[in-house]
């Protein structure tokens, strides 16, 4: 399966840029993940995604994306995968990279019905799909191969996970 990041600018702002992973399957149907997230949890968390739409739009507008927001160190050590929570103490979990304080990559998630994320077979593919986004990023970006504009807004060069 192909894939690589997206930019999303129905949640971009001036204060930070969110992207996601579009993946396209060997008949050529192409699904973003963040997407898919919203899809499968629309029925029965739609006030949690309202929230969640609300805050993305918030920090890529005025605030910029404060680690505050998000649940740090969800993956390996370094890698930058976290979750942020539709609201505080809530079950609902989209995992993400916060990449740097301008640039966030989304991915998909769901509720948290388990005490860890490994222990759930959902959330355990998301976090792993996400570690795998993050060392294929960050390869990149060390070898110049994706870099980040001059404002640090956006990323371009190659930005294929998967070809």
């Not at 996601?20 to 949890?41: L, M, P």
């Not at 640039?103 to 570690?131: A, C, H, N, Y």
């Not at 970006?141 to 930005?159: F, S």
Request: glycine share 8%; aromatic share 8%; proline share 2%.
């Amino acid at each position: 399966m192909k894939s690589k990041l997206i930019y999303l600018s129905q949640y971009s702002g001036t204060a930070a840029s969110v992207y996601s992973v579009i993946e396209q399957d060997g008949e050529g149907e192409a699904t973003v993940r963040f997407h898919e997230f919203v899809k499968a949890n629309e029925g029965k968390y739609l006030r949690e995604l309202l929230e969640l739409s609300t805050r993305l739009r918030a920090m890529t507008t005025l605030t910029g994306l404060d680690e505050d927001n998000f649940k740090q160190y969800e993956g390996k050590p370094g890698d930058k995968v976290c979750a942020l929570y539709d609201i505080p103490d809530a079950d609902l979990r989209l995992y993400c990279i916060l990449l740097t304080d301008k640039i966030l990559i989304l991915g998909s998630g769901g509720p948290k019905t388990t005490r860890t994320w490994q222990e759930d077979p959902v959330l355990k593919t998301e976090v792993e799909f996400m570690m795998e986004v993050s060392e294929v990023v960050h390869t990149k970006l060390d070898n110049g191969t994706i870099v980040y504009t001059e404002d640090r807004l956006k990323l371009t060069g190659d930005i294929w996970i998967r070809k």
